[in-house]
């Protein structure tokens, strides 16, 4: 039997950032192998707690904790809006997983192999989990060569793109993303990507590997794939072990795989090393095996801190970020933060883009009125000079009505399925008011599309646009097109 080292509970070592205070009792309440012990633990946070009055991330552990004890709990006062939050976040799950089903199965029916991650691949697994855990927004990974089919099914089937660019926009620049936001109606929320880690836990050969791994199973009757045991404890902890415990319902995704499959321990340790895994495993994996009793084997865990150690002062930031930011002073703020912002300039590794973006800013100028009638729209075509194709250089004065406030406005041009620039500026004034902004740039005319669209783009999607400050700041900006001039390239 392998030694396992103490750990400590101070910086920089693995027990400073294991969960403590009600997230402690929380975690300890849906985990505990002893039933009177858990019980008594979400008893005691039902009395010091408001369901009301606690974040999201409570609400996911509360989910988990109904659905373990049901009504044992039916004495307590905070019975009955326990049971109404479950089955609120229940319903919310329902509805997104019943808006990704059609969408899911036309991908399947395109020839896409669909592997589902994170929360929803549990569901896969064990259908009776969706009481207990929270899956509001449906994870879907699919290969690299697949993500332009999966695009076109999810667009075509009207999903929205969460950022404000236009699909022409993003479909160009597929191959350089690793995942992207869709939503539909007031429920569904997919997550598409092509890569299940991100860009600071980087490997291509597991990225292969993970395929290779993946096991069959099936989600609300669509015939789907999860990731192997290993696999799924090793993605909750790359996706969850260094958000300062933003969704803490990963560990117990951990410990549900653990002790619910047969683990390639092996295949783990590879992944973890490979994936640079090493501290946030090290901070989950014993918070799970000395604090719960999860059955984590003893020589797995002192492998795992072993390579942890190995990492030097480097393994500073991950416990940094590993720490919940509920037990967050000052100092520490200001250290993660610090940490966060290094992991993020790992994490730009973008992948190769075969289009560099086309950005023209804009100018302020002076033009003359339009026409009196004239309307401000959102869309408008720009006819194309006669003749065959060649690279020209446009240039086009637009007038725009500005709210009263700081912001960015987008436009971009277009044609037919194809993207041709994006039009950007800043306004810095709150002032409000109108501008007349002047772009220029090349554009390449071909004999197919010659004709162009200008657009106004908002800066940031919302699935619905029902707060008027929101849609000052970030909403597509209606605009006069006061001229479009052509002129042969520079």
Not at 181 to 196: R, V, W
């Amino acid at each position: 039997m392998a030694k396992i080292r103490a750990i400590g509970r101070r910086f920089p070592d693995y027990g400073w950032s294991w969960p403590t205070g009600g997230l402690d009792q929380l975690l300890k309440a849906a985990l505990l192998h002893d039933e009177n012990a858990a019980r008594d633990r979400a008893a005691a946070w039902l009395d010091d707690n408001d369901i009301d009055h606690v974040s999201f991330r409570e609400h996911r552990l509360l989910a988990a904790i109904s659905d373990r004890f049901g009504r044992t709990l039916a004495g307590h006062a905070a019975y009955p809006r326990l049971v109404g939050l479950q089955k609120m976040l229940w319903t919310k799950s329902r509805m997104a997983m019943r808006e990704a089903e059609p969408v899911l199965k036309a991908m399947a029916d395109a020839g896409c192999a669909v592997m589902l991650i994170k929360g929803a691949s549990r569901i896969a697994v064990n259908v009776s989990a969706q009481r207990g855990r929270v899956a509001h927004d449906i994870d879907i990974l699919v290969r690299p060569q697949d993500m332009e089919t999966a695009f076109d099914v999810l667009h075509g089937r009207d999903w929205q793109i969460a950022t404000g660019v236009s699909p022409q926009y993003l479909r160009t620049r597929l191959a350089s993303l690793r995942s992207m936001n869709f939503y539909k109606g007031n429920y569904g929320d997919i997550d598409l990507h092509q890569l299940a880690y991100d860009g600071s836990q980087q490997s291509a050969e597991d990225d292969l590997a993970i395929w290779r791994r993946a096991v069959p199973a099936e989600f609300s009757g669509v015939a789907v794939l999860v990731p192997s045991p290993a696999d799924r404890i090793a993605l909750a902890i790359a996706h969850g072990g260094l958000d300062a415990h933003t969704h803490s319902d990963w560990l117990v995704d951990c410990a549900v795989a653990i002790e619910g499959a047969d683990v390639d321990w092996d295949v783990f340790l590879d992944i973890a090393a490979r994936r640079g895994l090493a501290v946030a495993a090290a901070v989950a994996l014993s918070y799970l095996a000395l604090e719960i009793g999860i059955a984590v084997p003893d020589e797995v865990l002192a492998r795992v801190m072993e390579m942890a150690d190995r990492r030097g002062m480097s393994r500073w930031s991950s416990v940094l970020q590993a720490k919940p930011r509920t037990d967050f002073g000052g100092l520490t703020w200001l250290s993660r933060g610090f940490a966060k912002q290094l992991r993020l300039q790992r994490k730009k590794g973008r992948l190769r883009q075969a289009e560099p973006d086309v950005v023209w800013r804009g100018k302020a100028t002076t033009a003359g009125k339009t026409a009196e009638a004239a309307p401000f729209v959102l869309s408008q075509g720009i006819a194309g000079p006669p003749g065959a194709a060649r690279e020209m250089m446009l240039d086009v004065v637009v007038r725009i009505a500005v709210p009263p406030v700081r912001r960015r406005i987008e436009m971009e041009i277009n044609a037919a399925d194809r993207h041709v620039a994006r039009l950007r500026s800043m306004a810095i004034s709150r002032a409000g008011g109108e501008r007349t902004l002047r772009f220029r740039g090349k554009v390449k005319l071909d004999q197919t599309v010659q004709g162009l669209v200008l657009e106004a783009r908002p800066s940031r999607q919302f699935r619905v646009w029902d707060n008027e400050q929101a849609v000052a700041t970030y909403g597509a900006l209606p605009f006069q097109l006061i001229s479009a001039k052509f002129s042969p390239a520079d």
